[in-house]
């Protein structure tokens, strides 16, 4: 199981951070990822971390301002987002994916339940 947490309304150019704590079958030696759902428009992909957290990747709209990473001791994953815009508004969603990382949504097998992220202009 997965337990997103940590949105909320913030103001253009302010900062936020997601977690995501793990639990139950959902193993420290996943790869894990935060997808993205804004109103009318399909989840898309915005960070991916490997099971080590040695290695990132990100969509290029979010480079520079959002920053994945994991404490695999705490079973946590976070996102740290940074100089938010109002196109940042969506649900963030953390996935874990047990055969490694990736951008398409139906290669992870366990789905947190979302937590809200409004940017305000």
């Known amino acids: 199981q997965l337990q997103a947490s940590g949105g909320g309304l913030v103001q253009a150019g302010g900062s936020l951070r997601l977690s995501c704590a793990a639990s139950?079958?959902?193993?420290?030696?996943?790869?894990m990822a935060w997808f993205r759902q804004a109103p009318g428009k399909e989840r898309e992909f915005v960070a991916a971390?490997?099971?080590?957290?040695?290695?990132?990747y990100y969509v290029d709209s979010v480079k520079g301002r959002l920053t994945i990473s994991r404490v695999n001791t705490k079973n946590t994953v976070y996102l740290q987002l940074n100089s938010l815009k109002p196109e940042d508004t969506a649900v963030y969603y953390c996935a874990a994916a047990p055969l490694g990382g990736s951008v398409y949504d139906h290669k992870y097998a366990y789905w947190g339940q979302g937590t809200q992220v409004t940017v305000s202009s």
């Open positions: 971390v490997n099971w080590s957290g040695s290695m990132t």
């Open positions: 139950g079958g959902t193993s420290s030696s996943y790869a």
